[in-house]
């Protein structure tokens, strides 16, 4: 996995035809989003360059099922908050891609997740406590929520 040096989403959407996108399947995390009130999904296997480490507003735009699953075509083009980097504030250094689909609640392990990355909201940071952390996640949400109806 690569990591881009700091570009803004918007700047570097600017220069291309389309919107960047992260492909990759959903795979088992920790389970502390759900836990939070924020489940996400955890994507991995990611064959293309990850953006530097942020928090961005995206979209789901594609949504590829397991053979095995219904697909939930209804998921395409919702909303998503996209954190790309370590978790500091509970001690993790390892980089990971998670995916809080706004409105959406349902299993998406091992589904093939498109997301469009539309606006970086800000950068990875350590929060002191737990509920610090929350009332950043409902900013974060309030400013993924605008940028993504426009």
Request: hydrophobic share 40%; proline share 7%; charged share 20%.
């Amino acid at each position: 996995m690569w990591i881009s040096s700091g570009n803004s989403a918007s700047r570097a959407n600017a220069s291309l035809v389309e919107p960047y996108r992260l492909i990759g399947k959903v795979e088992h995390g920790a389970g502390r989003g759900r836990t939070l009130g924020f489940p996400t999904a955890n994507v991995g296997s990611i064959p293309i360059l990850i953006p530097a480490h942020g928090v961005y507003a995206g979209r789901i735009t594609r949504v590829i099922m397991p053979p095995n699953r219904c697909a939930i075509p209804k998921l395409t083009h919702f909303p998503t908050a996209v954190h790309i980097g370590p978790n500091p504030t509970f001690g993790e250094n390892a980089t990971k891609v998670e995916s809080h689909v706004l409105g959406f609640s349902g299993d998406l392990y091992d589904a093939t997740l498109e997301i469009e990355l539309i606006a970086r909201v800000r950068p990875v940071k350590k929060f002191a406590n737990k509920e610090e952390l929350l009332q950043q996640i409902q900013s974060d949400l309030r400013t993924v929520a605008q940028a993504t109806s426009e």
